[in-house]
C-alpha cells in the first residue's frame, strides 16, 4: 500500500473509522444520543467533503482493485446524502419507541461503507464484497424493532431471500470467472469481447453466468418477479428504515448493475437488453397495478418502488440500445428518487412520531388542516413520485423516456408503457393528496412537535426536489460525466 | 417605458405566482386580507394583459415566421444541453386568449369571495397558480416549457374540484386528472421523439424544443403520423372530444362556480390552441391525415352534444353539454382548413369562454341562493329576481347565437367554412341550431317563465336578486359579448396573421408532399 492508494482509499476508510468513532461515543456516553448523532452527522460531512476532494483526482489503488472515476464520485455523494438524511429523519420516530439511536446511525454508517465499496470497485470480488457489506446492515436495520412481529417478519424474509440471491450472484461471477480467467472489470469485459466476437450465439456457459448474475441484481434491486421480499420488510421496518431501504440498497443494487452489466459484460449488452426489457416492463406495470389496491402508504411506496425500479431500468435498456442518455437518465433518476421518495418516507415517520399511530391511509385523512407544511411537503413529493413538472421526479421521468425515444424500435413501446404506467401511478398517489386535502381526520389526534434534525431534513430534500426539477442542468455535467467514466461509445 | 424592451410576457405569466407568495405569507385567520391580495394580482395581472395588447397592435403582422409573428419573444436557455429554452412569444391568438384569461380569472376570484369561505388561503393559492399554468400555456414557445405549464394546470385544478367540489367531487377530480394525464403523458413522448428526431437530422440540440425551429422542419411521412395522433389525443380530451368528453360533465357538475367559469372559459381552449399552435404546424401531414376522422368526431359532438343537453334535468350539466357542441364547432372549424372555419373556430372558442363562462357565473349565483341546481325545481325567477332573469336571458340568447351578440359571428364563419368544405356538413350542422335554439330556450322558460315553484316560493326572502358584487362580475362578459357582437373585427384583426400562417402550414401542396 502506497500513499497515494491512502488518498484514492480515505473516504471509504472515513466511513470505516467514522461507524467505529459512533460506536465509541456510544460505550463512552451509553444512550447519549445527541452525541452518536452529532459524530454520525459531523463525519457524513467529512466523508462528503473528502470523496469530492479525492473525485478531483481519479486514480486506482491497491493494484487496481479499488477505482475512483467519475461514477465512484457521483454515486458515493447520492450515498452519503441517503444515509445522512435517514440520520435526521430517524430520531422523530426511534425515541418515542425506545430504540437505541447510536446502533442505528453506526449500522447505517457501515452499510454506507459498503455502498462506497460497491460505486468504487474495480474488480468483481472487491464487488461482492461491497455488496454483502451494504445489505448485511440493511437485515440488521429491517428486524431491528425486536419486539415487534411485523419487523421480525419483514426481516427473516429479507435476509433469507437476500442471501439467496446474493449465493445467486456470487455463482453467477464464479461462471465469468472460469469463462474469462479473471475477475478484475477491465479484464473481463475485454475477454468477454473476444470470445463473443464473431459467436452468433451465446456459449452455454456464459448464458448460465448472465442468468444467474441478473437473477442475482434483480433480488437486490426489487425487480419483478423477484420483487416478493421488499413489500413485507418496507411495511414490517420501522419508518426510517423502511425509507433508508428504499432508497440506498437500491441505489447500490443500480451501481452494481453499472458496474457488472454496463461495465464488465457490455460486450453481451444485446442479450442483456431483452432481459432487462422484459423485466423492465414487467417491473413497472406489476409494481403500479399492485400498488393500485394497497391501503396502507408504507406498503404503497414499496410498491411504488418497484415501479420507479421499472422505470430506472428504461434507462438501462436504453443504454443496453446504445444511447449514453440512457444511462445518464438512470444516474439522473437514481438521485431525484432518493431525494423524493426519502421526503416521502420522512413524513410518514414524521406522521407516526407517537407510538402506535399506523401508516394506514386513515392516518393521512386530514392532514392538509391539521399539518399544512407537512401536508404540503407531501404533495410536492407525491407530485414528484407521479412524475408531474416542474419536480425533479417529472424530469427523471423525461430523461429516461428521451433515452427510449431515442433508441427507437421497441424500445419506443417501452417508452409508452412507462408514461401509461405513470399515469396509472398518478392514481394511487392522488389518492393520499385526497385523504390529506378532501377527508376529513378521524377523531382529533393531538398535534405534535417534530425536531429541528426532521425540519432540516424535510427542508433539503424539498429544495432539492424542487431545484432538480427546476434547474436540472445543475446536475447535468455531473451526470454525463458519470456516465463517461464507464459508458463507451456504443454505436 | 418601451415595451418591446421589457419582459412584459414574463411578468404576466409570474405575477399571479408573486401572488401566490405573498397570500403564503399572510396568516390564513385575515381572510379579507387573503381575498383583497389575490384580487388585487389578478387585476394587476389583467391591466399587464390589455398593456401588451397595446404594445401587440402596432407590429401585428411584421414579424413571421412558418409557426407564426411572434412578439416580445424572449428566450434564455434553461437546460442548454438539451436545447432547452425558457422561450414566450405571443402573436394575435395568444394575445386574444391571454386576455380571456386574465378577464376570467379576476372575475372568478371576484365570484368566490361569497362561495368559498373554508380554507380560503389554498383556495386562492391554487387559483392564481392555475392562471400561471394557463398564461404559460399560451405564451410558451418552447415544447417542453409548454409541456410543464400544460401540466401546472392540472393540479390547482385537481385540488379546487376536490377540495371545495361538491358531493361527489373525489370521483369527478380523480377522473379529471387521469383522463387528463393519459393523453399528456404520450403527448410527452411524442415531444421527445420530436425533439430527438430533429436532432438526429441536424446533428444538433440546439433548437430541438423550439417551435419556430420546429414548424416547417419537414419531418418524416410516417413520423408525423404517430406523432400527429399523440398530440393529438392529449388535446382531444382537453377540448374534449368526442368520444373523450365524459370527464367533462362530471368536473362541471362538481366543480364550484369558479372553478367551472375557468374551466369552461380556458382550461377547453387549451385543448383547441394546442391544436392550431402545436398540432398543425409541426405535423401538417399527419394532420391532413386525421383531419377527416377529427372533422367527424367534430360533426358528432356538435349533435350528440346538443342533443344529450336536450334532456338534462341538471342545469350545470346542461351547459357542460353545451360546451360540448359549442367545442365541437371549434375543432370543426380547425380542421377544415379553411379560413373562414379557422377564424370562426378562434373566434367562437373567446365567445365561448365569454358566455359560458357568465352561464357558469348565474348558475352559481342561484345555486348560492337555493342550493339546488335541479331545473325541474325552477320557475317563475323572472317574477321573483327580475334582474337576474334578464341576465340569465341574455347570455342564453348570446350562446343561442343570435345576431348582434358574439355567439353568431364565430358560429356564422364556422357555417361558410362548412358549407365551402362541403354542403352536407354544413347542412347537419345548421340543422342542430334548432336543437341548440331549443335546449337553452326552454332552460330559460323552465327557469324563468311560468308560476313561480313551490320550491322556490319556499324560500321566500333568501331568494334575492343579484347584489351589485355579482353584476359585477357579469357586467364585462357582457360588455364584450355584446362589443365582440357587433365588431368582431376585434378579435378577427388580431388573429389574421396565425390564420395565414396555420393555413401555410396546412396547404396541401405542401404538407401532403412530404408524406409521398
Redesign the interface.
Known amino acids: 500500500m502506497t500513499l497515494s492508494d491512502l488518498t484514492v482509499i480515505a473516504p471509504f476508510a472515513a466511513v470505516v473509522v467514522l461507524a467505529a468513532l459512533v460506536i465509541l461515543a456510544d460505550i463512552v456516553k451509553p444512550g447519549n444520543r445527541h452525541l452518536a448523532l452529532g459524530v454520525a452527522l459531523a463525519g457524513l460531512v467529512v466523508v462528503g467533503l473528502l470523496t469530492l476532494w479525492t473525485g478531483q483526482t481519479p486514480g486506482t489503488a491497491f493494484g487496481g482493485m479499488y477505482k475512483v472515476d467519475s461514477l465512484t464520485t457521483f454515486l458515493d455523494v447520492i450515498f452519503v446524502a441517503i444515509v445522512a438524511l435517514s440520520c435526521l429523519f430517524a430520531p422523530d420516530y426511534l425515541e418515542p419507541r425506545g430504540l437505541p439511536i447510536a446502533e442505528f446511525a453506526a449500522i447505517l454508517v457501515f452499510a454506507l461503507g459498503g455502498a462506497m465499496l460497491v460505486a468504487a470497485s474495480a474488480d468483481l470480488l472487491v464487488l461482492f464484497l461491497g455488496l454483502e457489506l451494504m445489505v448485511i446492515p440493511g437485515y440488521m436495520l429491517a428486524g431491528y424493532h425486536k419486539r415487534d412481529a411485523l419487523s421480525t417478519e419483514g426481516a427473516v424474509k429479507y435476509f433469507l431471500l437476500g442471501s439467496f440471491s446474493s449465493a445467486i450472484f456470487l455463482f453467477g461471477l464464479a461462471y465469468v470467472w472460469g469463462l474469462t480467467g479473471s475477475t478484475r472489470i477491465a479484464d473481463v469485459a475485454a475477454r468477454v469481447g473476444e470470445i463473443v466476437a464473431g459467436q452468433a450465439i451465446l456459449s452455454p456457459g456464459l448464458a448460465m453466468g448472465l442468468a444467474f448474475l441478473t437473477a442475482g441484481v434483480a433480488f437486490k434491486m426489487a425487480a419483478v418477479p423477484f420483487h416478493y421480499w421488499t413489500p413485507d420488510a418496507y411495511q414490517g421496518s420501522p419508518t426510517p428504515v423502511t425509507g433508508y431501504l428504499s432508497v440506498g440498497p437500491k441505489v447500490g443494487a443500480f451501481a452494481v448493475v453499472l458496474r457488472v452489466f454496463a461495465e464488465a459484460l457490455l460486450p453481451l449488452r444485446q442479450e442483456w437488453l431483452i432481459v432487462i426489457f422484459v423485466l423492465a416492463a414487467l417491473t413497472m406495470t406489476l409494481g403500479n397495478l399492485v400498488a393500485l389496491t394497497q391501503d396502507n402508504v408504507k406498503r404503497m411506496l414499496a410498491y411504488s418502488s418497484i415501479a420507479h425500479t421499472g422505470y430506472m431500468m428504461v434507462g438501462l435498456a436504453a443504454y443496453a440500445a446504445g444511447i449514453m442518455q440512457g444511462l445518464e437518465g438512470l444516474l439522473f433518476y437514481g438521485a431525484a428518487y432518493a431525494f423524493m421518495n426519502l421526503g416521502a418516507f420522512a413524513v410518514i415517520a414524521a406522521l407516526q412520531k407517537r407510538p402506535g399511530v399506523t401508516s394506514r391511509l386513515e392516518t393521512f385523512a386530514g392532514l392538509?388542516?391539521r399539518e399544512p407544511a407537512l401536508g404540503i411537503l407531501m404533495v410536492l413529493f407525491l407530485?414528484s413520485l407521479t412524475?408531474?413538472?416542474?419536480t425533479a421526479g417529472?424530469f427523471a421521468k423525461?430523461y429516461v423516456?428521451?433515452a427510449a425515444?431515442?433508441a427507437g424500435g421497441w424500445l419506443?413501446v417501452l417508452?409508452?408503457i412507462a408514461?401509461?404506467n405513470?399515469?396509472a401511478a398518478?392514481?394511487y398517489y392522488?389518492?393520499v393528496?385526497?385523504y390529506m386535502?378532501?377527508r376529513d381526520p378521524v377523531g382529533e389526534p393531538a398535534p405534535v412537535a417534530h425536531g429541528a434534525l426532521l425540519r432540516l431534513g424535510l427542508a433539503v430534500t424539498a429544495v432539492m426536489t424542487v431545484i432538480l426539477g427546476l434547474f436540472?442542468?445543475l446536475l447535468?455535467p455531473s451526470v454525463?460525466a458519470a456516465a463517461q467514466a464507464i459508458g463507451v461509445a456504443l454505436r | 417605458m418601451d415595451i418591446s424592451s421589457f419582459p412584459i410576457l414574463s411578468l404576466i405569466i409570474f405575477l399571479p405566482l408573486a401572488g401566490a407568495f405573498v397570500i403564503a405569507i399572510i396568516p390564513r385567520r385575515n381572510v379579507a386580507a387573503i381575498r383583497g391580495t389575490a384580487l388585487l394580482f389578478a387585476l394587476a395581472t389583467w391591466v399587464a394583459s390589455l398593456w401588451l395588447v397595446l404594445g401587440f397592435l402596432p407590429a401585428r403582422d411584421v414579424v413571421a415566421s412558418a409557426a407564426g409573428s411572434f412578439q416580445f419573444v424572449e428566450a434564455v436557455d434553461w437546460i442548454p444541453l438539451f436545447g432547452i429554452q425558457y422561450k414566450l412569444g405571443a402573436d394575435g391568438l395568444s394575445v386574444a386568449l391571454v386576455v380571456l384569461t386574465t378577464t376570467l380569472s379576476w372575475i372568478s376570484i371576484l365570484a368566490s369571495f361569497s362561495p368559498i369561505r373554508e380554507r380560503v388561503k389554498e383556495y386562492m393559492i391554487s387559483f392564481l397558480v392555475l392562471e400561471v399554468g394557463m398564461l404559460g400555456v399560451f405564451l410558451a414557445l418552447d415544447l417542453f416549457l409548454f409541456y410543464i405549464f400544460w401540466e401546472v394546470v392540472l393540479v390547482p385544478m385537481y385540488l379546487i374540484i376536490g377540495i371545495w367540489g361538491g358531493a361527489n367531487r373525489i370521483y369527478a377530480t380523480i377522473k379529471f386528472v387521469l383522463y387528463t394525464l393519459v393523453g399528456s403523458l404520450l403527448m410527452l413522448v411524442a415531444i421527445l421523439a420530436t425533439a430527438y428526431t430533429f436532432q438526429a437530422a441536424t446533428g444538433s440540440w440546439a433548437g430541438a424544443f423550439d417551435l419556430e425551429k420546429l414548424a416547417g422542419a419537414g419531418f418524416d411521412g410516417t413520423f408525423q403520423l404517430f406523432a400527429f395522433a399523440a398530440f393529438a389525443l392529449a388535446f382531444a380530451i382537453k377540448v374534449p372530444m368526442f368520444p373523450f368528453h365524459t370527464w367533462l360533465p362530471d368536473a362541471h357538475v362538481e366543480a364550484p362556480t369558479a372553478g367551472s367559469v375557468i374551466l369552461a372559459g380556458v382550461l377547453l381552449k387549451l385543448g383547441a390552441y394546442g391544436f392550431i399552435r402545436f398540432a398543425i404546424p409541426l405535423f401538417p401531414h399527419g394532420a391532413h391525415v386525421f383531419a377527416p376522422l377529427l372533422i367527424a368526431l367534430s360533426v358528432i359532438a356538435i349533435i350528440y352534444g346538443a342533443i344529450v343537453a336536450l334532456v338534462q334535468p341538471d342545469l350545470k350539466k346542461l351547459i357542460a353539454y353545451s360546451s360540448v357542441s359549442h367545442m365541437g364547432f371549434v375543432t370543426l372549424g380547425i380542421f377544415i382548413f379553411q379560413a373562414q372555419g379557422l377564424q370562426g373556430a378562434i373566434l367562437q372558442m373567446v365567445n365561448h369562454g365569454l358566455i359560458t363562462g357568465a352561464l357558469f357565473l348565474l348558475v352559481g349565483v342561484i345555486y348560492e341562493r337555493t342550493h339546488d341546481r335541479t331545473l325541474a325545481k325552477m320557475g317563475g325567477l323572472g317574477a321573483v329576481t327580475p334582474v337576474y332573469s334578464a341576465a340569465f336571458g341574455f347570455f342564453v340568447f348570446a350562446s343561442v347565437g343570435l345576431p348582434g351578440l358574439a355567439g353568431f359571428v364565430g358560429e356564422f364563419l364556422v357555417f361558410q367554412g362548412a358549407f365551402a368544405f362541403n354542403p352536407w356538413v354544413g347542412v347537419a350542422i345548421t340543422f342542430v341550431m334548432i336543437f341548440a335554439a331549443a335546449y337553452l330556450l326552454w332552460m330559460v322558460q323552465r327557469m324563468c317563465f311560468g308560476p313561480v315553484s313551490e320550491f322556490l316560493a319556499g324560500l321566500g326572502h333568501h331568494l334575492t336578486d343579484m347584489r351589485p358584487v355579482e353584476i359585477l362580475t357579469l357586467a364585462p362578459l357582457g360588455a364584450l359579448t355584446v362589443i365582440l357582437g357587433l365588431y368582431p373585427g376585434l378579435v378577427l384583426d388580431l388573429i389574421a396573421g396565425p390564420v395565414k400562417a396555420v393555413l401555410a402550414a396546412v396547404d396541401p401542396a405542401v404538407a401532403m408532399s412530404i408524406g409521398r
Do not use: D, W
Open positions: 392538509g388542516r407530485l412524475g408531474i413538472p416542474p417529472f423525461a423516456i428521451l425515444v431515442q419506443t417508452a409508452v408514461v401509461l405513470a399515469a398518478a392514481f392522488l389518492r393528496i385526497v386535502y378532501m436540472p442542468g447535468l454525463s
